[in-house]
T-cell receptor, first 117, second 109 residues
Framework: DTGVSQNPRHKITKRGQNVTFRCDPI?????LYWYRQTLGQGPEFLTY????????KSRLLSDRFSAERPKGSFSTLEIQRTEQGDSAMYLC???????????????FGAGTRLSVL | RKEVEQDPGPFNVPEGATVAFNCTYS??????FFWYRQDCRKEPKLLMS???SGNEDGRFTAQLNRASQYISLLIRDSKLSDSATYLC??????????FGSGTKLNVKP
């Protein structure tokens, strides 16, 4: 499978615990995005990487959230001291970032569904 | 004001009907535009990009009106399999993508 892969698919945690999600983008895609989606809403942009550089962060990304893409390949999203309001689907997407009309097309992973009890 | 606004629907239409969705965006500097489709509890998947000249892909036609800052999607001859949520997506400065809340379509037999 050469699509975007996210792990785990589901995560149940207690309030106050830390959680980490992983995203493996399509190989050779240099752009990687994290989104959060709640029921009845569209995905909300969280952060963007071009290769290993984190170039954009949303105001939604509080101090408890951190993302990395250390070698410009896979990425991790960590949430510290989880709160019930963090319960959502966390989606990762990658795009080629090359020239042409396809450069901004995003391919999404299946997401990690987080439930904070 | 939200960056991207869509009518949430649902649009309930019979098979074979033609249905149109509109989407408005607030940032006049927006650079690229897309329609994504999302099935229940699945990830969004690209339906089509939206170009200034308008574009068509089979039963689907997308239009962009930069002056009025809206995007439309027309689906002709609706199929049961078209039932899904359609997300309007706007790209600003290549780094940020804004999604609408989605328009839900139910195609009935």
């Amino acid at each position: 499978d050469t699509g975007v892969s996210q792990n785990p698919r589901h995560k149940i945690t207690k309030r106050g615990q830390n959680v980490t999600f992983r995203c493996d983008p399509i190989s050779e895609h240099n752009r990687l995005y994290w989104y959060r989606q709640t029921l009845g809403q569209g995905p909300e942009f969280l952060t963007y990487f071009q290769n290993e550089a984190q170039l954009e962060k949303s105001r939604l990304l509080s101090d408890r959230f951190s993302a990395e893409r250390p070698k410009g390949s896979f990425s991790t999203l960590e949430i510290q001291r989880t709160e019930q309001g963090d319960s959502a689907m966390y989606l990762c997407a990658s795009s080629p970032g090359m020239r042409g009309r396809t450069k901004n097309i995003q391919y999404f992973g299946a997401g990690t569904r987080l439930s904070v009890l | 004001r939200k960056e991207v606004e869509q009518d949430p629907g649902p649009f309930n239409v019979p098979e074979g009907a033609t249905v149109a969705f509109n989407c408005t965006y607030s940032n006049s500097a927006s650079q690229s535009f897309f329609w994504y489709r999302q099935d229940c509890r699945k990830e969004p998947k690209l339906l089509m990009s939206v170009y200034s000249s308008g574009n068509e892909d089979g039963r689907f036609t997308a239009q962009l009106n930069r002056a009025s800052q809206y995007i439309s999607l027309l689906i002709r001859d609706s199929k049961l399999s078209d039932s899904a949520t359609y997300l309007c997506v706007v790209n600003v400065n290549f780094n940020k993508f804004y999604f609408g809340s989605g328009t839900k379509l139910n195609v009935k037999p």
